[in-house]
T-cell receptor, first 114, second 114 residues
Framework: EAQVTQNPRYLITVTGKKLTVTCSQN?????MSWYRQDPGLGLRQIYY???????DKGDVPEGYKVSRKEKRNFPLILESPSPNQTSLYFC?????????????FGPGTRLTVT | AQKITQTQPGMFVQEKEAVTLDCTYD???????LFWYKQPSSGEMIFLIY??????QNATEGRYSLNFQKARKSANLVISASQLGDSAMYFC???????????FGTGTRLLVSP
């Protein structure tokens, strides 16, 4: 089954404690992205990757890091989380195929930073 | 810069009726894609429909159709024969040339009543 997995699904942490949210896709997609969703703001892109070792900033990259060492994995790293990073995070992977285009989203990770 | 506007924070519809969710966009890219996603209360993002900017015909997927008016820069979602399970948040999104990212609107919450 084609899917994007994220772990953990829920996380409560404290300010300044480094954390990593993992993302993995099994569709051999080239593109992967991280988004955060906040009430009234929709989803905003944090970082994206066009292939292994190729990453770039999205609209809200401050306070986040990413890496793409393998095609299937795209972890999101918060080196020093702060309360304003409390949000719902989505990983997505995508590929153009047959004239259409779709982003597959993971189930989301709800992060609370106290 | 690209922008998606969804002016309806909430919509109500009775079961079995049709409903139109509005979406307008702004871009200077010559080629782009338009998407609609459904987010039920469980939180996952479900892809509904895609329209390419050069597609001549409006996209349809089952009960979903996308009313694409390029000159007006609108991409409204039409749901025919609404069902109770259609109650959810609906997001319009655009992917500019290159498809590395999605730019989302703020969403419309649809409630379907019996």
């Amino acid at each position: 089954e084609a899917q994007v997995t994220q772990n953990p699904r829920y996380l409560i942490t404290v300010t300044g404690k480094k954390l990593t949210v993992t993302c993995s896709q099994n569709m051999n997609h080239e593109y992967m992205s991280w988004y955060r969703q906040d009430p009234g703001l929709g989803l905003r892109q944090i970082y994206y990757s066009m292939n292994v070792e190729v990453t770039d900033k999205g609209d809200v990259p401050e306070g986040y890091k990413v890496s793409r060492k393998e095609k299937r994995n795209f972890p999101l790293i918060l080196e020093s989380p702060s309360p304003n990073q409390t949000s719902l995070y989505f990983c997505a992977s995508s590929q153009e195929a047959g004239g259409t285009y779709e982003q597959y989203f993971g189930p989301g990770t709800r992060l609370t930073v106290t | 810069a690209q922008k998606i506007t969804q002016t309806q924070p909430g919509m109500f519809v009775q079961e079995k009726e049709a409903v139109t969710l509005d979406c307008t966009y702004d871009t200077s890219d010559p080629s782009y894609g338009l998407f609609w996603y459904k987010q039920p209360s469980s939180g996952e993002m479900i892809f509904l429909i895609y329209q390419g900017s050069y597609d001549q015909q409006n996209a349809t997927e089952g009960r979903y159709s996308l009313n694409f008016q390029k000159a007006r820069k609108s991409a409204n979602l039409v749901i025919s024969a609404s069902q109770l399970g259609d109650s959810a948040m609906y997001f319009c999104a655009m992917s500019p040339t290159g498809f590395q990212k999605l730019v989302f609107g703020t969403g419309t919450r649809l409630l379907v009543s019996p």
